[in-house]
């Protein structure tokens, strides 16, 4: 099951988040924090599944922007790393050549929350539905 | 999916983008002008956090007077609600905006309603309680003829739904499964899933439906249904067996690229379904041979399929592997499979490493040659700089332990310990090494050491099991006495020489382990230590950084000590220091301490040495009191009186004045010998508020339990006296220095490998090579035994002695005897009532018969509260009173079956009877009608199982109307438990048609009587829901009922119930005599007569599910003395309470 999904760019500012368990506010953010640390001390060469407290951390960076997913232990850490690249293929397809900027200023990012619904990754069965967002 | 509302869909997001560029000029694509745009550049432009929260402050002020503001439109509405959706994400609260997001969510047009959802998700959680606001508009956009707001609405029921109004919507989203639009099917099963989600039991009639999902011709909709499928599968795989073929087939299709070309990623087909029916085969297919021979060909081909080297085909090959391993095995794919890990292993991409690792460390367990393969890899990722891969090959290494290499292995993980600052990693690999060390341990000192270093580094994080579990191995100590003093003795030595140690600062949970060793086993030393250790221990208590919990255990070691030594300065000093400290536990265990020194003979006997073991008998009802409490009540003292008894009799006090003299006052020897009761176990004296022997002075001998052959002993630290101090012979100490030990362990493993390891490796490579020797010792085909040893208690290095069931055995026969001995007076009792008791039992019995044809009994006899073994006590004593009159008397109460001429209710009752059989089985209370209206009645009745209360409700609908979609949900207190799920549903009642719904209630907590409410709803034709509420009232006696056993079972729980209570009442005259009273007692309160030897009976009852209580009673001039003793503290209490009041009823 995914936890969240998370947007930070390397100064620490969410771009986008998405909790699928609910989580106050002020923990959200504590959250948040400590996640993109983590993120940010790690090198290009080390793994990018990240053992943290009682779950783990799927990142990828695009840019200056880090995507982060947090899941538990039944999920497949290698198929949630490639949704995530998954999503922002669709992104990129939506917004011809996404960028942070894109994420942030425009009311769509508000919008693709609707994209990701409480169902897990595997339903993304391909850029079918992704490219499609669903209202 | 159709074009319409495709292309409805598609257009949405660019309605957004218009509608902003409207407002203003700026880049085109991005909508810079609109407020939302300023509000995140003007926070971009910031510096400090400080200011960010200014700014958002003043923003989230100016959007809750715009939100309040009445002729604020919708389409302004729409922007706030986007602006409060970016603060709550940076973390602000605006809470305000929530109940308005509903509102737009329920007014706007199509693209305001469809951001007043998205808020709605975002905002609100599960369990909010503004959600049963959103339920309205959910049912209204389930029935648009909009297909986008049908979309819209199944979007958020399967985003977020409050459970309790599942019933409201889910008839019409079942109807939204035959829907002719994927998209609304999709979303139904989406929603659906949901709900399985949060509420299986409620969509279990669907389930039909769901494989129709399964089938459907469209892909979306068939992916959707499997994950329900996964779930149901793997919470009951064997039922969903038959499906085996269906999934398969659907992944030959899937892995063959039947499927259209857009559910591809990166020219593979759909990947992500691809894994979760592999997990879907896996989970059917475990320890099966028949459906996991149908999988192996899919699996076969997925293998092949995915030899595109690219990430998403490495996700499908791992989660194939898992499938492979997880299925009954078949060799030709294992071994497919095992080339597969070899290769993402060996991979230099290090995502794919951990991938080959993980895969490893599950397969591991099942085939050990494999990683003897990989050997030399797994050692690479020991060093590797990667702190997360290093983790992983831990937990390889961990599954792989086994006595040989486990000293290796330990030493490895204390290493990656001691990097790592992150608390989960140390509590989790503190756990593992612990456990390790347990099982596998080579030798004592290695032991001792490993523990030592789990204690300082795992600290005050670890698991309080860890050092529990190990103060226990050194205490129950294993086969081999002499082992066992060994590894005491090095414990002791080790501790000693890291108390040496100036400035070292040691865990609090590390030195309570220690002070715990030091005290109990440092008689293995030399004589003369005391001293020594003493002065350890008082160093460390007079340290500042230790917490007042370690001061305790210190405290109690140098107790301890103390007992064997004969005099010491120190502790002298520490007495004195303490009997003035301003912790109150600390100066009472320094006045224990002084009070017991004076006393060498007492301290001797209550601290004796190694008996920590030795398991201690506590009177905990207090009966040596006894004789203090007879004779306080000699000098007129007043009974003991429970908490609510005195309170009751406040309050009756407080309404009528009291003309009766006082009593007689306490007498002045009852403060003095009340200092004697100080003396008495510390640790127990909680337990006198529940003792008081009331008034029982004059019988004392005849009936009270004596506990001669029982010892009293000190609380936790106290012990049996028995034997002498064992130090002389204890062996010679050798100081070693700590930590040195494990490396020359290691090193001497290496060493003796190395002989036999090849010579023409370079340095380098020979080190690896010898590492990995001394890591898969012991691992190949021959040793796969002690691989799978983990659960394998052979290998466990520190076995437990079973001693703890033989203690417990030799305290079961020694209470047993006493209660022989207690109870003999009873025996010796003249018996001559019994004689009475069985020629009435046979006239009873013949009554009986008459009394269940007389019809005249009927009329009267269903009265409810009669449980067949009443009957004998009740006839029994009624006949000794004026046997004629026993059928006209109304309390005598039996139940039949109902006779269908009987009354008004009489359609309900034949009804109920021949819905439920058992009823004609169970004894149960009449129909009680609860509420009523023109449409419909609901009546309530209790049946009395044996082990349960079973609530029936009839629902009758009395109108010629079908009523529609009926639910009658029962309002969850505190106090019930129901073990169902509280709410049920007819989706139909036909017209003059009874339902009924059974539901077994269980007691959560004690009380005397409460009220179980709840609420039918129901809808007729298309009219709104029309509901009706009841409640009714469930009491203790309810959940009580007799408990059948013989005399000598009652005597041994009787010594083994802690808490008891009692009370002497007055009775009336009809009453003197004991049958009677103990009818009323058995009648009313379902009590189990056990035995009744002259003016005393005895009788057990349990609260269920099984929490029994035993009362004796004794009848004595008028007076009745009650004395309850159960497992339960609260429980006599509350039956005391019922007992009163039925014997001054009657």
């Known amino acids: 099951m995914i936890k969240f999904f998370l947007m930070v760019n390397k100064q620490g500012q969410t771009r986008l988040s998405r909790y699928y368990e609910h989580i106050e506010i002020n923990k959200r953010t504590i959250l948040e924090a400590d996640v993109i640390k983590t993120c940010l001390s790690r090198s290009k060469e080390q793994c990018s599944f990240i053992e943290y407290k009682d779950f783990k951390l799927i990142y990828r960076q695009y840019a200056a922007l880090f995507i982060v997913v947090g899941i538990n232990e039944t999920e497949n850490e290698m198929a949630v790393y490639e949704f995530i690249h998954n999503f922002v293929e669709v992104l990129d397809m939506y917004f011809s050549r996404v960028s942070e900027l894109d994420v942030s200023f425009s009311i769509l990012c508000a919008y693709l929350h609707s994209t990701m619904q409480r169902v897990p990754v595997t339903k993304w069965a391909g850029k079918y539905y992704l490219s499609y967002p669903e209202s | ?1146």
Not at chain 2, 11 to 32: C, D, K
Not at chain 2, 333 to 359: D, H, M, Q, T, W
Not at chain 2, 967 to 983: A, D, V, Y
Request: glycine share 4%; proline share 4%; with cysteine.
């Open chain 2, 1 to 1146: 999916m159709s074009d319409i509302v495709e292309k409805t869909l598609t257009a949405l997001p660019g309605l957004f983008l218009q509608h902003q560029a409207a407002g203003g000029s700026g880049v085109p694509r991005v909508s810079v002008s609109s407020r939302l745009g300023s509000l995140i550049r003007s926070i971009t432009a910031l510096t400090s956090k400080h200011e960010e929260e200014k700014l958002i402050q003043q923003e989230l002020a100016s959007l809750k007077a715009t939100v309040a503001a009445p002729n604020t439109t919708l389409r302004l509405m729409k922007e706030c609600m986007v602006r409060l959706i970016y603060c709550e994400m940076l973390g602000y609260e605006s809470s305000f905006g929530y109940i308005h997001a509903i509102k737009l969510a329920q007014q706007g047009n199509l693209l305001e309603k469809r951001v007043g959802y998205l808020a709605v998700s975002l905002f609100l959680h599960e369990n909010h309680e503004l959600l049963l606001l959103l339920v309205n508009t959910v049912v209204k956009d389930l029935q648009s003829t909009n297909l986008v707001e049908v979309c819209m609405a199944l979007t958020i029921v399967s985003q977020i739904f409050p459970r309790e109004m599942i019933p409201a919507v889910l008839p019409l989203i079942e109807d939204k499964l035959q829907h002719s639009k994927e998209i609304i099917r999709r979303k139904a099963v989406q929603a659906l899933y949901k709900f399985h989600l949060i509420a299986p039991n409620q969509v279990q009639h669907i389930h039909v439906k769901f494989r129709k999902a399964l089938c459907d011709r469209d892909v979306g909709v068939m992916a959707a249904s499997l994950h329900i499928y996964l779930r149901m599968i793997k919470e009951n795989p064997s039922a969903y067996k038959d499906l085996t073929g269906s999934f398969v087939t659907i992944l030959k299709q899937v892995v063959g690229g039947k499927l259209p070309v857009d559910f591809n990623y990166h020219s593979v087909p759909a990947p992500w379904l691809q894994i979760q029916l592999l997990r879907i085969l896996g989970l059917l297919g475990k320890d099966d041979p028949r459906t996991s021979e149908l999988t192996y060909d899919v699996l076969d081909e997925s293998l092949r399929r995915a030899e595109l080297s690219h990430n998403i085909t490495y996700a499908i090959l791992f989660e194939c592997v898992h499938t492979i391993y997880t299925i009954y095995p078949k060799p030709e794919l294992l071994e497919k499979a095992a080339r597969c890990i070899g290769k993402f292993v060996l991979s230099p991409k290090i995502n794919l490493k951990y991938l080959g690792l993980k895969a490893l460390t599950y397969v591991i367990q099942q085939d050990p040659n494999l990683a003897l393969q990989h050997q030399m890899t797994i050692i690479e990722c020991l060093d590797h700089p990667d702190p997360i891969i290093k983790r992983e090959t831990l937990e390889l290494l961990y599954r792989i332990t086994n006595a040989q290499n486990v000293s290796v292995i330990v030493q490895k993980m204390l290493e990656y310990l001691q990097q790592s600052k992150e608390e989960y990693i140390i509590i989790s690999l503190v756990g593992k090494i612990a456990e390790l060390a347990e099982k596998y341990a080579p030798g004592n000192e290695w032991f001792i050491q490993t523990m030592n270093a789990v204690f300082s580094v795992g600290g005050d994080v670890m698991h309080p099991d860890i050092p529990n579990n190990f103060l226990r191995l050194l205490a129950e100590g294993f086969d081999d006495e002499n082992e066992d003093k060994q590894l005491r003795l090095y414990a002791v030595q080790s501790y000693l020489s890291l108390l040496e140690i100036e400035n070292a600062l040691y865990p609090q949970r590390f030195l309570q382990v220690m002070s715990w060793v030091l005290g109990e086993y440092s008689y293995l030393l030399d004589k003369g230590t005391p001293e020594i250790i003493i002065t350890k221990l008082y160093r460390l208590l007079i340290n500042k950084s230790t917490t007042s919990e370690t001061k305790a255990w210190i405290m109690a070691a140098v107790t301890k000590l103390t007992s064997q030594t004969h005099s010491s300065k120190t502790v002298e000093k520490l007495i004195q220091e303490f009997s003035v400290s301003l912790d109150t536990c600390m100066r009472q265990h320094a006045f224990e301490l002084k009070h017991l020194q004076e006393n060498v003979e007492l301290m001797k006997s209550l601290l004796p040495v190694d008996k920590s073991c030795e398991d201690l008998v506590v009177d905990a009802s207090l009966s040596f009191l006894d004789g203090f409490v007879a004779e306080g009540l000699d000098q007129g003292a007043a009974p003991y009186k429970p908490h609510h008894q005195r309170q009751e009799e406040k309050l009756s006090q407080g309404k009528v004045l009291n003309f009766e003299p006082y009593g007689l006052s306490f007498s002045s020897t009852m403060s003095s010998s009340g200092c004697t009761g100080r003396q008495s176990p510390a640790g127990i004296s909680l337990s006198s508020d529940v003792s008081g022997n009331s008034a029982e002075t004059g019988q004392k001998e005849t009936n009270s339990l004596k506990l001669e052959g029982v010892k009293k002993l000190w609380g936790k630290e106290g012990y049996l006296p028995k034997k002498e101090n064992k130090a002389g012979s204890s062996p010679e100490l050798q100081p070693i220095a700590q930590d040195s030990t494990l490396v020359e362990n290691v090193d001497q493993m290496i060493m003796k490998k190395d002989q036999s390891q090849a010579l023409h490796h370079s340095e380098e490579e020979a080190e690896k090579q010898r590492l990995a020797s001394t890591l898969f010792v012991g691992l190949g085909s021959e040793s796969a035994v002690s691989l799978l040893g983990k659960t394998d208690t052979v290998s466990h290095k520190f076995r437990r002695k079973s001693k703890i069931n033989d203690t417990k055995n030799r305290e079961v026969t020694s209470t047993h005897n006493i209660n022989c001995s207690s109870f003999s007076p009873l025996s010796n009792a003249p018996y001559e009532d019994n004689d009475h008791l069985n020629s009435f039992q046979d006239k009873e019995d013949i009554g009986l018969k008459k009394c269940s044809l007389g019809s005249e009994f009927l009329e009267s006899g269903l009265k409810s509260e009669s449980l067949t073994e009443l009957h004998l006590v009740e006839n029994f004593s009624a006949c000794s009173l004026s046997p004629p009159s026993l059928f006209e008397d109304n309390s005598m109460e039996i139940f039949h079956p109902p006779h269908p001429t009987l009354s008004s209710f009489a359609n309900e009752i034949s009804l109920t009877s021949s819905l439920l059989e058992e009823l004609n089985e169970h004894v149960h209370s009449d129909l009680v009608e609860l509420c009523n209206n023109e449409m419909l009645k609901v009546s309530s009745c209790k049946i009395w199982k044996d082990d349960c209360l079973l609530l029936v409700w009839l629902i009758v609908n009395k109108s010629s109307l079908e009523l529609k979609n009926m639910n009658l949900e029962i309002t969850s207190t505190e106090n019930f438990k129901i073990l169902e799920h509280p709410g049920f549903c007819f989706p139909v009642i036909e017209a003059e048609s009874t339902k009924s719904i059974q539901h077994h209630v269980q007691m959560e907590k004690l009380f005397t009587e409460e009220d179980l409410s709840g609420c039918v709803k129901y809808k007729v034709e298309e009219d709104p829901y029309i509901q009706l509420e009841f409640s009714i009232t469930l009491s203790l006696l309810d959940f009580i009922r007799p408990m059948k056993i013989c005399t000598e079972d009652f005597g041994k729980l009787w010594l083994s119930f802690a808490n008891d209570v009692k009370q002497n009442i007055k009775i009336s005259d009809s009453q003197a005599n004991l049958p009677f009273a103990l009818k009323t007692l058995q009648q009313k309160l379902r009590l189990h007569i056990v035995d009744i030897i002259g003016n005393e009976g005895i009788l057990a009852c349990h609260l269920l599910p099984s929490v029994p209580c035993l009362l004796h009673l004794r009848a004595h001039e008028g007076m009745a003395a009650l004395w309850f003793r159960s497992s339960c503290s609260t429980l006599p209490d509350y039956l005391l309470y019922q007992c009163q009041k039925v014997m001054e009823e009657s």
